[in-house]
């Protein structure tokens, strides 16, 4: 069965770093693009940024871009989250999630991973 595993969430300062890492398993990863959304405490889910199949696109919400950079490596199945001058609001948990490369923008993710906690203090 399909895994997405997500790691290298934690407790960090405001302004600090932190590097999210999602394993996938169970899926040809090449075949999918990936994202990273969130949902903080009393709050929808987000999205926060994508990349396609290949790595050659991403996008951001406004709210990460400048800050965040999404990256994959097809030969380790392996999608990364690496978030820089980090906020209070961006205390979340992060999830990761996979959708075919075929299926039209718009149609929901086929696969979600667990979620890992990110908090910002001050």
């Known amino acids: 069965q399909v895994q997405l595993v997500e790691s290298g969430g934690g407790l960090v300062q405001v302004g600090g770093s932190l590097r999210l890492s999602c394993a996938a398993s169970g899926l040809i990863f090449s075949n999918y693009n990936m994202g990273w959304f969130r949902q903080a405490p009393g709050k929808e889910r987000e999205f926060v940024t994508s990349?396609?199949?290949?790595?050659?696109?991403?996008n951001y919400a406004d709210s990460v871009k400048g800050r965040s950079t999404i990256s994959r490596d097809n030969a380790r199945n392996t999608v990364f989250l690496q978030m820089n001058s980090l906020k209070p609001e961006d205390t979340a948990v992060y999830y990761c999630?996979?959708?075919?490369?075929?299926?039209?923008?718009?149609?929901?993710?086929?696969?979600w991973g667990q979620g890992t906690q990110v908090t910002v203090s001050s």
């Open positions: 990349i396609t199949w290949s790595g050659g696109s991403t």
């Open positions: 999630a996979a959708k075919h490369f075929a299926k039209p923008t718009g149609q929901p993710w086929d696969y």
